[in-house]
């Protein structure tokens, strides 16, 4: 055995619990960082080949890893804009270049353009909301963009889509005269009609546009569909002074029902109206209608835009979509939070600022919604926080402390012996 071997074990095993201790310290410094993953420290053996009678000490590596997996406790707040995430997953954050990265780190607040940036600097990304649901990039960081949430200032937007859900009255009786699709001429007043409802949409300046619906039984399991400018009512109801807004291009439609089970039957129950002022076109889905023998009763109906409005607050739900909630107490969609998964977290590459990089090991990146697949929640109004153990670090600083003492002992006591052997020559 070679009394240099000694000393280079010796100094080997004081530089791996030396790197331990580092990692302790990070640790207990980071024990209040939100979003913080404690780094462990493992040590592995190196072996040097022995003959028999001789002994050559070899030495001890050490490896870094990260408890990202492990999720730590949730602490609520009174910011509707920290995140935290209940499960697994990540939020897809961007550094000031535009780089983007993964994070648990949730504490976001508005910068001096609106847009949410956590404490570290990095951006909240998302995909925002047009005129339909945003799709994710399975495999990319593709079409997302900094979630912005505004400056207060006043907004409108038009109507462009709606649903429509209700129940027509399968024992209606069928009207055969004239019905409010098959008047003569402008202001005539037809000799029927079974159902007659209203519904509001906004105009490009963010104007209340109301529509009155009728629907007319013509036929077994047929409803005519017409649709007129309630602006133009007299008394609230016919004669109008103008004719049947456009319906796909007719003046009205029909909906078909399954006489078995009452559902629609048209092939595209969503028709645009045009003809409105200051709407360009409205695609309402009557996809969900139902012809049972039930009274006419209206199950629900929703039409996107808004009337001008200032935002009062964010709101993000448990799926991940941001809502601005107007003055007016209208709700809007603006962005669907990204969330990002990998095989291996524990692998990631930890950059600087609480964020995490795909690693060699870590597997690649998917992108997705929470609430979907192995995705886990939205929290608003919490944050994740550190998942050290004070308790457990100082224990593991104690134990450091010792195995450090012990392994310069055994450097000292090859240097003494080395000493000893220099002075045999003297």
Do not use: C, W
Not at 46 to 70: D, F, H
Not at 129 to 148: I, Q, Y
Not at 247 to 253: C, E, F, R, Y
Not at 284 to 293: I, P
């Amino acid at each position: 055995m070679s009394l240099f071997g000694m000393m280079r074990t010796g100094a080997s095993g004081m530089n791996a619990q030396a790197s331990r201790l580092g990692a302790v310290s990070d640790n207990i410094a980071n024990a209040n960082t939100t979003g913080y993953k404690r780094a462990t420290t493992e040590f592995s053996s190196l072996l040097l080949p022995s003959t028999a009678g001789s002994y050559n000490s070899g030495a001890v590596a050490t490896q870094i890893r990260y408890g990202i997996s492990q999720q730590g406790t949730l602490q609520y707040t009174s910011s509707d804009t920290d995140l935290a995430i209940n499960g697994n997953g990540f939020f897809v954050v961007q550094d000031k270049g535009g780089v983007p990265y993964l994070t648990r780190a949730g504490s976001f607040i508005p910068n001096a353009t609106g847009e949410l940036v956590n404490a570290s600097g990095f951006k909240l990304l998302g995909y925002p909301f047009t005129d339909t649901a945003p799709v994710p990039v399975v495999n990319g960081f593709d079409g997302l963009v900094p979630v912005t949430v505004g400056n207060g200032a006043l907004t409108a937007k038009m109507s462009t889509q709606g649903t429509f859900v209700a129940n027509l009255d399968a024992g209606a009786a069928i009207q055969t005269g004239t019905t409010p699709g098959t008047l003569a001429a402008v202001g005539d007043i037809p000799d029927g009609y079974t159902h007659k409802s209203s519904l509001k949409a906004y105009n490009s300046l963010g104007g209340e546009v109301l529509m009155d619906f009728y629907y007319t039984k013509t036929a077994d399991d047929e409803f005519e569909v017409t649709v007129y400018n309630a602006a133009d009512a007299t008394n609230g109801g016919f004669p109008y002074t103008s004719g049947p807004l456009d319906l796909d291009g007719a003046s009205s439609q029909t909906l078909t029902f399954d006489p078995l089970t009452g559902f629609v039957t048209n092939a595209d129950a969503k028709f645009a109206i045009t003809g409105m002022p200051g709407v360009t076109s409205l695609d309402l889905d009557f996809g969900g209608m139902t012809q049972f023998d039930y009274e006419f009763t209206v199950q629900s109906a929703s039409v996107n835009g808004n009337s001008p409005s200032q935002i009062e607050r964010i709101k993000i739900a448990d799926d991940g979509i941001v809502y601005a909630q107007y003055a007016n107490g209208d709700l809007n969609p603006l962005y669907r939070l990204a969330m990002a998964s990998v095989q291996s977290p524990d692998q990631l590459q930890v950059i600087s600022g609480n964020v995490y990089a795909q690693g060699i090991e870590s597997g690649v990146i998917t992108i997705g919604f929470a609430g979907s697949g192995n995705f886990g929640s939205v929290l608003s109004g919490a944050l994740e926080m550190s998942n050290v153990d004070i308790a457990e670090e100082l224990t593991k600083m104690i134990e450091s402390q010792r195995s450090y003492t012990a392994d310069s002992k055994v450097f000292q006591t090859g240097s003494d012996l080395m000493e000893i052997l220099v002075n045999l020559k003297r």
